[in-house]
């Protein structure tokens, strides 16, 4: 492979050098029962949390939701369109799942279209990734 290009993890389609995802590339955190579409950017991770200086975008949803940790967890999308989430590396009281597998603080995790991120004992997301090629 040529230097400065990289492939999809999904479609194996080239990804050029410079681009911060595959064209198109999109993650979705879908939140059923709380009615919240959280999307995940290139760049900066998206924080889950309820400190609302540390995570801005989730903290109001999560207010309430005793199980999540003020600084719960954050998903990031890496240049490749790959995504990953990280329990924060304090860890959390109440715990993160992946498809009911628990997360270790601090270890990144692969995340894969459809699969189920468990923040806590109540709250629940399904992982939603498009684009990117033809996958």
Known sequence: MPSGTSHCPRCLAKV???????SGARAVLGFDTLALSLPVLPGAPLRLGRDSDWAPASAGAFRTQSTVSRRHASVAMDPDGTVWVTEES???MNGTWVNGGHLLPGERHRLSHGDRLQLGRRVGCTVRITGGGPC
């Open 16 to 22: 050029r050098s410079g681009r911060t995802a595959p």
């Open 90 to 92: 304090g860890g959390t």
